[in-house]
């Protein structure tokens, strides 16, 4: 093991967490630290201010690799800085000790849930459903707000021994929600492999993974037939929650509940005609500022 370490950080809103996360992941080593802004109340209900920054930090062992890693880390916020500005990386030399003490944040989402990589600590409470997700395992850390919209329609519509389709799984992060908060069975589709892979990570180090069914590919699929789910969710574009509406509404059993988000607020209103011209209702709305998050049923009848 190097003897030192040298430490990245820089800030962004929260909706680039994940994306810095994944780049950080790539070329730095043991794990990512995404660090919230303070100032608001978890026990009363509040959430981080949309605009407010998060802290990403990454860390990269001193040796011959050091340059290559901090030069692929700088080019790619150079290219996410053109779509928001991202500050240039700030850099601290930590000896071995010093790294080993780093400190993996927990992410609270709502009153409930609990983000919490392996080792990190908290204020924990009696209600809390805590999720291990560990840092750096990519597409969904719980900071962006798409996830955590669907993860707190999740909260409402899961109910105890209730079956739920993941499609778009990703870290397997609304995967791993629902069997947290009792669902029975999980099946996870993803058409990307490295998502695949990360969800049966993340399922295994939750103990979850005879609950799961994970498989690649998309809808619809022998693997979820028709009729049989009470919750699906997907936290996906725009495009592909257009693309997909019949199958999506096919997949459903009677009385179940759709989850759907990924969709920028600017398109909302194609999704729910999507939707509604496939034989739903939309039964409830979250803007989260750029982003937007809806619930839906099939119409009787």
Same mark, same amino acid.
């Given at each position: 093991?190097?003897?030192?370490?040298?430490?990245?950080?820089?800030?962004?809103?929260?909706?680039?967490?994940?994306?810095?996360?994944?780049?950080?992941?790539?070329?730095?080593?043991?794990?990512?630290?995404?660090?919230?802004?303070?100032?608001?109340?978890?026990?009363?209900?509040?959430?981080?201010?949309?605009?407010?920054?998060?802290?990403?930090?990454?860390?990269?062992?001193? $040796?011959? +690799?050091? !340059? @290559?890693?901090?030069?692929?880390? *700088?080019? #790619?916020?150079?290219?996410?800085?053109?779509? %928001? =500005?991202?500050?240039?990386?700030?850099?601290?030399?930590?000896?071995?000790?010093?790294?080993?003490?780093?400190?993996?944040?927990?992410?609270?989402?709502?009153?409930?849930?609990?983000?919490?990589?392996?080792?990190?600590?908290? $204020?924990? +409470?009696? !209600? @809390?459903?805590?999720?291990?997700? *560990?840092? #750096?395992?990519?597409?969904?850390?719980?900071? %962006? =707000?798409?996830?955590?919209?669907?993860?707190?329609?999740?909260?409402?519509?899961?109910?105890?021994?209730?079956?739920?389709?993941?499609?778009?799984?990703?870290?397997?992060?609304?995967?791993?929600?629902?069997?947290?908060?009792?669902?029975?069975?999980?099946?996870?589709?993803?058409?990307?492999? *490295?998502?695949?892979?990360?969800?049966?990570?993340?399922?295994?180090?939750?103990?979850?993974?005879?609950?799961?069914?994970?498989?690649?590919?998309?809808?619809?699929?022998?693997?979820?037939?028709?009729?049989?789910?009470?919750?699906?969710?997907?936290?996906?574009?725009?495009?592909?929650?257009?693309?997909?509406?019949?199958?999506?509404?096919?997949?459903?059993?009677?009385?179940?509940?759709?989850?759907?988000?990924?969709?920028?607020?600017?398109?909302?209103?194609?999704?729910?005609?999507?939707?509604?011209?496939?034989?739903?209702?939309?039964?409830?709305?979250?803007?989260?500022?750029?982003?937007?998050?809806?619930?839906?049923?099939?119409?009787?009848?």
């Amino acid at each position: 093991m190097p003897s030192h370490w040298l430490e990245l950080s820089t800030e962004a809103p929260g909706e680039y967490a994940e994306t810095l996360s994944h780049l950080f992941a790539r070329y730095g080593e043991g794990g990512v630290v995404v660090e919230e802004a303070g100032g608001y109340n978890p026990d009363e209900g509040e959430t981080p201010p949309l605009d407010a920054p998060v802290t990403i930090r990454a860390y990269l062992p001193i $040796d011959a +690799t050091t !340059d @290559d890693r901090r030069a692929h880390i *700088d080019l #790619g916020i150079r290219l996410i800085s053109y779509l %928001h =500005p991202i500050p240039p990386l700030r850099e601290r030399v930590l000896k071995d000790r010093e790294w080993e003490l780093q400190e993996f944040e927990p992410v609270r989402v709502g009153r409930r849930l609990v983000i919490a990589p392996g080792g990190s600590s908290w $204020d924990r +409470t009696p !209600d @809390d459903v805590v999720i291990q997700l *560990d840092p #750096g395992l990519a597409f969904g850390t719980g900071h %962006h =707000p798409t996830t955590r919209m669907c993860m707190l329609y999740l909260e409402k519509s899961v109910s105890p021994g209730c079956c739920v389709l993941d499609l778009g799984c990703g870290s397997g992060i609304l995967s791993l929600t629902a069997l947290r908060l009792g669902a029975g069975s999980v099946t996870a589709l993803d058409i990307e492999a *490295d998502a695949v892979k990360a969800t049966l990570e993340n399922l295994a180090i939750n103990d979850l993974a005879s609950k799961a069914r994970v498989q690649r590919g998309t809808l619809p699929n022998p693997i979820a037939p028709a009729g049989t789910f009470d919750v699906v969710v997907a936290n996906i574009s725009a495009n592909v929650l257009i693309a997909l509406a019949p199958n999506v509404l096919a997949a459903l059993a009677p009385g179940g509940v759709f989850v759907g988000s990924g969709l920028l607020a600017e398109r909302r209103e194609e999704v729910e005609a999507a939707f509604t011209g496939s034989g739903a209702e939309i039964t409830d709305l979250t803007i989260s500022g750029d982003w937007a998050a809806f619930t839906a049923v099939l119409r009787p009848g």
